[in-house]
Structure formats: structure tokens, C-alpha cells
């Protein structure tokens, strides 16, 4: 089974930036993309962002478009999603994901192996 560790998350300002990290320790991701959620109380957990293996194929959602980025280094089991220009709707806590199908996705229910998430607060 595949554990995956969230870091980075914390307090940013209105337009400031954070960067989270996501490890597999010990244990290589596999050749399935990896994906980034979030998820705020009450509400259901949406799509933030997803890579391939290969990291070139990336899908965002619309909401993240242009301000965040997701990259991953298989070499060092590491997928990191890059959020700038923060709002404080983005406000949330996130979560790594890794797929259990070969294509990048945005359903919830393709990714089968999640980390406990990281705290991420924008505000002034």
C-alpha cells in the first residue's frame, strides 16, 4: 500500500504564494498520475490539480488555472504543487492523491490511495 505525506501547507497572504510537497516514502509512486485535492468543512472535496507519469500532461481546475502548477520528480518520489497569486477562497485543507487508472483524471473516485492532508490558510 502506497502512503503518501503531505507538506508545506500553512498561513500565506492574499497574492503570496506556498508551496506543498507530497512523498511516497520508501516506495516508488508507480507509473499512474498523482493529483492534488482540497477540501474545505462542509463541503465535498474537489479537484485541484493532476500530472501523468511522465509529467507532461497536466490538468487543473478552472478555479487554480494560470496561478498553480504541479510537477513531480519520480526520482525522488516527490509530486509538489505550486500555488501563487493565493486567495482566500483557496483556503482549504489539501490532499495528494495517487491514481488507480494510467491517464489523468479529475474523478475523486480513480484516485484509491491518499495522504492526511496539509492545512492551507490564506488570509490577511
Known amino acids: 500500500q502506497v502512503q503518501l505525506v503531505e507538506s508545506g501547507g500553512g498561513l500565506a497572504q492574499p497574492g503570496g504564494s506556498l508551496r506543498l510537497s507530497c512523498v511516497a516514502p520508501?516506495?516508488?509512486?508507480?507509473?499512474?498520475?498523482n493529483g492534488w485535492f482540497r477540501q474545505v468543512p462542509g463541503k465535498e472535496r474537489e479537484f485541484v490539480a493532476t500530472?501523468?507519469?511522465?509529467?507532461?500532461?497536466?490538468v487543473y481546475a478552472d478555479s487554480v488555472k494560470g496561478r498553480f502548477t504541479i510537477s513531480r520528480d519520480n526520482a525522488k518520489n516527490m509530486v509538489d504543487l505550486q500555488m501563487n497569486s493565493l486567495k482566500p477562497e483557496d483556503s482549504a485543507v489539501y490532499y495528494c492523491?495517487?491514481?488507480?487508472?494510467?491517464?489523468?483524471?479529475?474523478?475523486?473516485?480513480?484516485?484509491?490511495?491518499w495522504g492526511r492532508g496539509t492545512q492551507v490558510t490564506v488570509s490577511s
Open positions: 520508501g516506495r516508488p509512486f508507480g507509473v499512474y498520475p
Open positions: 492523491a495517487a491514481a488507480r487508472v494510467p491517464f489523468a483524471t479529475q474523478k475523486l473516485s480513480d484516485y484509491d490511495y
Open positions: 500530472v501523468n507519469y511522465g509529467g507532461g500532461i497536466t
